[in-house]
């Protein structure tokens, strides 16, 4: 008996010494202190311009105004204002007056950004705001009063006119959409941070807390968020600018920390060595979460220094913040900061391997200390670690690509192939989700089973490939009814009243919904964007 209830004894010893190690090490949460975040921020700058920002703001950031730059563009004018933007401004307002900006949301957005560079000048964006705000969504309501916030102001809508229609677009579920009737975690924390510098106005913090709630609700244990499936840090990034907007810190507000593991380590999984971030883990460099990564961390800097929030222009612009090479991850400086936050697949694992590896030193240290030299107290010790190593190894964690490219369908039917095109809007817009060759999903071959209709394989696609859906049909019975507003950001009545998305099974548009369109083996769906009731599609 004495000699079991040792074997007990050392078996709980180990397994306290593991955990209060493996703390330690940092697997989990992560100490983000401002140094660190500022070190990310560099990182992200070393990898985009190597660190002459300057020259990036001149030269590609300039280039690609209208398309690309706006985000970045703003997110550096909030992190130093000392950088001359002129360059950039010059290329985005000869964008503007050369091309037909149809989409209300994005015409907004260029005004934003031009005021946060000094010209508040309406002349380039069609009478912003007068003329867009509520033109398409809750989208335009945001940047409506996003740009009534910093002095842009409407002779057709006021700021309390705003906050009213966007607090009445509130669903049940305490956050907001662009249609439908479940909340969305983007929009929804989109939403918060254009409400926060309102957040003591009639009704706005009892909105603001709700979708707090919300938000905090949907977090996952690896502090990130889900998005149509798919894990992502674009997600995470609009909920951490929400929360910072507010003046609160991401790392220690309860609602945001799961077991430890803190927003900003939601994010950081997806940090990849030379400083940008991947949209899945596993994948490589995404363009779309390099940047919204760099802005909510920008904006986590802020709230740590005591500015306003990201989208609040200052009223004062800020010293130039030190940006040099030696902030970069490719450097000696930067190289522990690298090690810490640089998360590759299977990198927990190991940190849990070391864990578990010094564990058990020190144990055999204790040992040998008490005087205790059996070889079986060794022997125990490393069997314990082997068993512990081999569950810690065995444990299946799959990123979400790899999830859903591996998905298999049980007792499927056949296959079926499927396309998503928008040939029709190439060249006629700045959206920078809309690709140049016009196609958002090559032909793709998908598994179907008995009774899947086009919206199922619709959904399987968008999951499987990370493709933002989204569906204004009914909640009850949502496949049925379904009714696909936007695909890859490209959304109904963008380019005119007559414009949205339609669907051809083997060539032909059928006379009923995606969701009643039940497939066969060997057909082909291609999902079209039309400018013209779907005349200029072959409708």
């Known amino acids: ?41 560099g990182g992200i700058i070393a990898y985009t311009c190597g660190g002459d920002v300057q020259g990036w703001i001149d030269g590609e950031l300039a280039s690609n105004a209208g398309v690309l730059s706006e985000w970045y563009v703003l997110a550096l004018r909030q992190y130093n204002g000392g950088y001359d933007f002129t360059s950039y401004v010059n290329k985005l307002e000869d964008y503007i007056s050369e091309n037909s900006v149809l989409s209300a949301a994005t015409r907004q957005k260029y005004a934003l950004v031009l005021t946060f560079c000094g010209r508040k000048s309406l002349e380039y964006v069609s009478d912003t705001p007068d ?12 940047f409506g009063l996003h740009l009534q916030n910093n002095g842009v102001v409407s002779e057709e809508y006021d700021e309390r006119g ?23 975690v983007d929009v929804t924390a989109m939403t918060v941070q254009v409400l926060a510098p ?21 977090q996952l244990d690896g502090g990130d968020f889900k998005s149509y499936g ?51 883990l596993g994948g490589g460099t995404n363009q779309t979460a390099t940047t919204q990564a760099f802005f909510s961390l920008v904006s986590v800097g802020r709230q740590r220094s005591g500015l306003g929030p990201l989208y609040v222009l200052d009223e004062e612009q800020q010293e130039p913040a030190p940006v040099t090479e030696t902030s970069g991850v490719n450097d000696e400086t930067s190289s522990a900061a690298e090690s810490e936050h640089s998360f590759l697949p299977g990198g927990v694992k190991v940190w849990i391997c070391i864990g578990i590896f010094f564990a058990a030193a020190v144990f055999c240290l204790i040992i040998r200390i008490k005087g205790k030299k059996s070889f079986k107290n060794y022997i125990f010790v490393l069997a314990a670690s082997a068993v512990l190593t081999a569950f810690v190894i065995f444990i299946d964690i799959q990123p979400a690509d790899s999830y859903y490219s591996g998905e298999t369908k049980e007792n499927a039917i056949g296959k079926v192939f499927i396309t998503i095109r928008c040939d029709t809007v190439i060249g006629k817009t700045g959206n920078e989700y809309i690709p140049q060759d016009g196609v958002i999903l090559p032909l793709s071959e998908l598994e179907i089973c008995d009774g899947d209709s086009v919206y199922d394989v619709l959904v399987a696609a968008a999951k499987k490939y990370g493709i933002k859906i989204d569906n204004k049909g009914s909640s009850i019975g949502a496949q049925r009814f379904a009714y696909i507003s936007g695909i890859n950001y490209l959304y109904e009545y963008d380019f005119g009243d007559l414009s949205g998305w339609v669907y051809h099974v083997n060539g032909e548009a059928p006379s009923v919904g995606c969701g009643e369109y039940i497939l066969s083996d060997g057909d082909r769906i291609e999902w079209l964007y039309t400018c013209d009731l779907g005349r200029d599609v072959g409708n």
């Open 1 to 41: 008996m004495k000699n079991k209830l040792s074997v007990l004894t050392r078996c709980c010893l180990f397994a306290v010494l593991a955990v209060l190690i493996l703390s330690t090490v940092g697997v989990g949460a992560e100490n983000d202190t401002a140094d660190e975040i500022q070190d990310i921020i």
């Open 131 to 142: 003329k867009t705000v509520g033109k398409q969504g809750i989208m335009s309501l945001i």
């Open 162 to 184: 705003i906050i009213d229609t966007i607090l009445n677009l509130r669903l049940s579920d305490g956050g907001w959409a662009l249609n439908g009737d479940n909340s969305d």
């Open 198 to 218: 309102h957040y003591g106005e009639n009704g706005v913090a009892e909105a603001v807390e709700g979708a707090l709630a919300f938000l905090g609700a949907k």
């Open 230 to 280: 798919t894990e992502n840090p674009e997600s995470t990034a609009q909920v951490i600018t929400a929360l910072t907007s507010l003046g609160i810190d991401p790392t220690k507000d309860e609602r945001f920390v799961k077991n430890g593991v803190t927003l900003i380590d939601g994010i950081l999984k997806y940090r990849l060595p030379d400083g940008s971030f991947c949209h899945t």
